[in-house]
């Protein structure tokens, strides 16, 4: 700490020639406010711990060295050095003494700097010598020191000091003087008071600086003495502030603890503090002194903790005078806390158990802007009509996934957006919108309403209005009496089959967005006036999803229509024979499929310089000007499909991404057709027929493409010339009959490789080896008579289709490597069926041990076809239940599948492996489990078994339990208590609608829980049923009624899948809790936007949305292997950065590159 010297006195080496004797006292000096504002370090003025604090609830008192120090304090812990207590923080400073050139110095009694012996010969009653300093200080002085110290003049004198003190403490107490003082000192010391704070924690010294060096001269406006309180008071032991815990961080105004594994608030002292974040933690109280230290607080985040009602004190947030934010989502919580202050203008309590809202449960909230009550138990039978009454300022009102039954009454005449989606609202009555005349935007999707039960009053005449979303109700005509000044309404995924006359007649300025896919319209119920009053004013329409046979009328009459959905009706074909003239120049997709084309002319595309996508698909096109591309600058996608064309066109543009040209008679790819397409990254040529003459030398020169298809082809080799950049390859359905060395050695990158339905007989040893990264093979429905050797060395191979060939023996060492060696990938997927070896009486490989670290040496009995030696001896005949059957070859198994059992037979203790699928088993005693301790895995699936059924405890006791198979059975709950032992759970097809929060605790090595074909709901994840099992890796909840995303996975997950349900948002940021996701699936949701970084995830390769209502595209990883988006509704293409013909001439390389990641290889 440096400290500045005061500026020189006038009286300084002028001093009384006789000076009163004075009593021993604590010397002042002035205190310059320049110093660091607060000294709180634990750390004295001498190199010794020291003991200054601020006191906790003691507003403006400090304590030093064990004392208490009330405001506005002074003293001196060593000569040289006066504190003062300023409003609960120390201040101190230093007074520098000037050179001094004597041959002799004494310091005066009661003064700080010495002065030349001569000029005080007069006094030596009343100095001090400098040999004496050492009394009045404490400090022992450096022998060295004392010969050469030099002679300095004297400061002012005790009595010249005492004259000037009344100026100075009237002064002092001048209220604007202060507060400037005080505000300086904060700016100055900020940095110096967060590395403080930093070395209280470290328990470090201060670092102090030689005086002599720093001596400054300088005056301030704050200059003065203080006067010394006559008495101290009772000394009280040092108290000193708490560090913060680990896991927190913090910056200079504030806090966070994000998953610190906290369970209380942590005690902060520091009135700078304006943010605090305590999200994630086991929080379960907030007393009424826990923000005590932190006055200042302006936001508060204790969302995911297990906070409830009562442990909130009364007046835990009343003393936060400035809160504007407070989070509190996923508690435990049934009220709103109370005396919240009235300074909140945000306050989020979604995802708890509120049941009330009573009158008084928002007062005084008069500034708030935004409630967000999502997720709880509120409905028109426990709010209050007056609860929102207080809220002269609300804005913006969330109460979806509650009970509500009707709109709310008394919302605020404030009140600008309202969302009720997810409730069960079956009416709209005439006096809900009454008073809430500035409101704009309301949500009411997935909830019970009908079209007469909207009131002809409730919403038409609002000034405001502009967006309605009504879908997933119970509409069957578009609802009439639609608010005047409306611009978007969705009707989406409702019954509707009819769109009244004159519906949108009186809407000013008009509807601009309508939204109606997803329903039953016919054409009988679009007549020639259902858009009137809309004609001149939709921008977007979308009918997709429907029943329509043909375009409706007067849909050529919206001028200003941009946006046109007809696709998934019954509407034929619009029998064009010519791409259509006038099309917009700023037209950026084209879709022309299902038509009648038979040629592409030079003046066809002529003006089209922004088109992206030209889709000409399923004609009877045969021929392409040679010149018909040149308009098109910026094309990335064309569509050639199901066409007649017996050649790649010519002159196509460089900037093309993708081409595919699928089902034509091309028989040539001729040299220098691909000339200069360096952002080529997709060629689709499969069902043409070409051979492998037909593939010119110097084809592929110069592009980098990364996905070939030439599937249906005669191909009878693997083509040798292909870009090496290639990382998936897929040459099915073709002639090839064999695998040679040297096939594979440009494809270095190569990751997924498709060669089905082929006629190779032999992969020769040694050709896989140039495809290190290969992650997927196909070779089903091939001659094969072995495992294609090489396969153990494939660190990285996960999929293996080998099923339909003529494999008649398989060994062990065919998939796994051996020795030392370890994959780096597990396997995913393995297929034999269809093989004359009879792979199901071989015992489970166990591939996992070869993946990673050790091998499980609880599990030494696995079969070895090569060798009997691994097989266990047993000196007494093999124990077997008489309806079951025991091979000696597996002498740990016993099989009793298909069987058509009712009961469990009893099971010999040796068992480790027990199959008693497909039988008509409805019960689960513990008798039959009496004598069994080892046994790894049940399998107990195709049975009746119901929940009641099973006795408590019968696989709690089964301490060696690793795989349990219930699926296929008539389970209504979940069967706990289980193991801890427990890896792998299987619980898909039964009717399990309930999973108790306890049901999965205990449970700490389970990787794998498919719950797949159930009837949950949301609800299951209340009591966050996942959060604890930290070995999780695979969580299958497909086929279920969830429409939320659950919560609080663990970080450990690999694969989740979600398909089948009803999910329509994922939340931001949501798997950035996942680090190690590799396997997305949720296709058959309701998706319809997704954050744009959604899936920016490292390690992701596979991911499924089809069969979405997705709009936009989305960021996709470089990773990804695996994509499938089909049946979407995506219409906006990635909009590239350039704006014109000069910027696009210099794009780069890795422009393209961001580009195709919105649109990556495998997008069909």
Not at 28 to 48: K, T, Y
Not at 494 to 518: D, T
């Amino acid at each position: 700490m440096q400290h500045r010297a005061l500026g020189r006195s006038p009286w300084t080496g002028h001093r009384s020639p006789r000076a009163p004797a004075l009593e021993p006292r604590i010397p002042l000096i002035n205190i310059d406010d320049s110093v660091m504002g607060v000294f709180d370090s634990l750390v004295g003025l001498g190199e010794h711990e020291s003991t200054y604090s601020v006191l906790p609830g003691k507003k403006g008192q400090c304590t030093a060295n064990g004392m208490i120090m009330f405001d506005k304090a002074v003293w001196s812990p060593k000569p040289c050095v006066t504190c003062l207590c300023s409003k609960g923080e120390v201040i101190c400073d230093t007074t520098m003494c000037p050179p001094l050139k004597c041959p002799q110095t004494i310091t005066p009694a009661g003064e700080c700097c010495p002065v030349c012996s001569e000029t005080a010969s007069s006094l030596d009653s009343s100095i001090t010598s400098l040999d004496d300093i050492s009394e009045l200080s404490g400090d022992s002085p450096d022998p060295k020191d004392l010969d050469t110290t030099s002679v300095l003049p004297s400061a002012r004198t005790q009595v010249e000091k005492d004259e000037l003190l009344p100026t100075e403490v009237i002064d002092i107490r001048d209220k604007e003087g202060h507060r400037k003082g005080e505000k300086k000192r904060k700016r100055k010391g900020k940095k110096n008071r967060q590395r403080h704070k930093g070395r209280r924690r470290e328990k470090l010294p201060v670092p102090r600086t030689g005086a002599a060096r720093d001596v400054q001269y300088e005056s301030d406006e704050d200059d003065g003495a203080f006067r010394i309180p006559s008495h101290f008071p009772i000394p009280v032991p040092p108290i000193e502030a708490p560090p913060l815990p680990s896991g927190c961080s913090t910056t200079d105004t504030t806090v966070s603890c994000i998953n610190a594994k906290l369970t209380q608030i942590p005690p902060i002292s520091d009135p700078d503090l304006t943010s605090l974040d305590l999200t994630g933690n086991s929080i379960t109280t907030i007393s009424d002194e826990a923000f005590n230290g932190i006055p200042n607080l302006e936001w508060i985040d204790l969302s995911k903790n297990n906070i409830t009602s009562p442990g909130i004190g009364p007046k835990a947030f009343k003393i936060l005078k400035k809160l504007k934010r407070l989070y509190l989502d996923g508690n435990m919580l049934v009220l709103i806390p109370s005396e919240l202050p009235s300074t909140l203008e945000e306050i989020k309590i979604n995802d708890n158990q509120l049941h009330a809202i009573d009158e008084d449960g928002l007062k005084d909230l008069k500034n708030l802007v935004t409630l967000e009550l999502e997720g709880n138990k509120l409905s028109e039978a426990n709010v209050s009509p007056l609860a929102f009454y207080p809220l002269k300022s609300l804005c913006y009102l969330r109460l979806g996934r509650n009970k509500f039954r009707i709109i709310p009454q008394g919302l605020p005449a404030t009140l600008e957006e309202l969302y009720l989606e997810h409730n069960q609202i079956e009416e709209v009555s005439e006096i809900c919108f009454n008073h809430t005349r500035n409101i704009n935007i309301i949500g009411l999707k997935h909830n019970k309403l009908e079209e007469h039960r909207i009131a002809p009053l409730a919403w038409i005449n609002q000034e405001n209005l502009e967006s309605i979303d009504l879908s997933y109700n119970k509409l069957y005509h578009v609802p009439s009496y639609l608010p005047k000044s409306l611009l978007h309404l969705v009707l989406i995924g409702n019954q509707i089959e009819r769109i009244p006359g004159y519906v949108f007649g009186h809407m000013r300025p008009g509807l601009e967005y309508l939204y109606l896919s997803f329903n039953k319209l016919t054409d009988d119920g679009i007549d020639s006036v259902s858009f009137f009053g809309a004609y001149h004013s939709l921008r977007e329409l979308f009918l997709d999803h429907n029943e329509l046979k043909a375009v409706p009328f007067g849909i050529d009459e919206m001028r200003k229509l941009r946006f046109l959905r007809l696709n998934n009706n019954k509407i034929s074909n619009l029998s064009l024979t010519s791409i259509p003239r006038n099309i917009p120049p700023d037209t950026r997709m084209i879709d022309l499929q299902n038509n009648k084309i038979k040629e592409v002319k030079e003046n066809d595309l002529r003006g089209l310089t922004s088109l992206y996508a030209l889709a000409l698909n399923n004609n009877k096109i045969y021929k392409i000007h040679p010149k018909a591309f040149e308009p098109t600058k910026r094309l990335r996608r064309l569509y050639l499909s199901h066409n007649q064309l017996t050649e790649i066109p010519t002159n196509l543009p460089r900037t093309l991404a993708e081409l595919r040209i699928h089902a034509n008679k091309v028989k040539k790819i001729p040299k220098d057709v691909f000339k200069g397409m360096k952002s080529l990254h997709v060629l689709e040529m499969s069902a043409n027929p070409l051979n492998n003459d037909g593939i010119e030398p110097g084809a592929f020169e110069g592009v980098n493409i990364y996905h070939i298809r030439i599937a249906e082809a005669k191909l009878t080799s693997i083509p040798k010339d292909l870009p090496s950049s290639l990382l998936e390859l897929h040459l099915d359905d073709n002639k090839i009959t064999g695998i040679e060395l040297e096939d594979f050695n440009r494809y270095k990158d190569l990751q997924r490789l498709g060669l089905g339905n082929n006629k190779i007989k032999e992969v020769e040893n040694g050709s896989f080896a140039n495809i290190p990264s290969i992650r997927e093979i196909h070779l089903e429905k091939n001659k094969l008579k072995k495992v294609p050797p090489g396969l153990p060395e494939l660190k990285y191979l996960q999929v293996v289709f080998l099923h339909s060939n003529h494999i008649a023996k398989l060994g062990v060492n065919d998939f796994c490597p051996t020795g030392r060696r370890k994959k780096k990938a597990l396997y995913s997927g393995i297929s034999l069926f269809n093989n004359p070896v009879k792979y199901w009486e071989y015992e489970d490989y166990d591939f996992e041990d070869e993946y990673g670290g050790e091998s499980d040496h609880q599990v030494p009995y696995y079969f070895n076809p090569n060798t009997q030696a691994e097989v266990p001896h047993f000196p007494f005949p093999v124990e077997c239940a008489k309806e079951c059957f025991c091979p000696p070859a597996f002498p740990l198994s016993m099989y009793c599948d298909h069987r058509k059992l009712k009961t469990i037979p009893n099971i010999p203790s040796h068992v480790q492996q027990l199959y008693l699928q497909n039988n008509n088993i409805e019960a689960v005693p513990a008798g039959p489990f009496t004598n069994v301790t080892f046994v790894r895995e049940i399998n107990l699936s195709y049975n009746n078994i119901k929940f009641h059924m099973i006795d408590h405890g019968v696989f709690a006791k089964l301490s060696n339990l690793v795989q349990l198979h219930l699926q296929h059975n008539e389970l209504e709950e979940f069967p706990f208590p289980l193991p801890s032992s427990l890896e792998r759970l299987l619980l898909g097809f039964n009717k399990i609608s309930r999973l108790p929060g306890n049901a999965l605790q205990g449970l700490p090595n389970m990787t794998t829980l498919d719950l797949c074909n159930n009837l949950l709901d949301d609800s299951v994840f209340e009591e966050k049923p996942f959060s604890n099992m930290k070995n999780l890796m695979q969580l299958n909840l497909c086929n279920n009624k969830l429409q939320t995303m659950p919560p609080d996975l663990p970080p450990s997950l690999r694969h989740l899948s979600l398909e089948n349900n009803s999910i329509s948002h994922i939340p931001e940021n949501y798997f950035n809790r996942l680090p190690q996701i590799i396997a997305i699936r949720m296709s058959h949701n309701n998706l319809q936007n997704i954050p744009q970084n959604t899936f920016n995830l490292p390690n992701l390769l596979e991911l499924n949305l089809g069969h979405n209502k997705l709009k936009q595209v989305f960021y996709i990883p470089r990773s990804l292997q695996h994509l499938y988006i089909e049946d979407n509704e995506i219409e906006k293409e990635f909009q590239e950065a350039e704006d014109n013909q000069e910027t696009l001439n210099q794009e780069t390389e890795e422009d393209h590159e961001a580009e195709d990641s919105y649109f990556h290889p495998y997008y069909h």
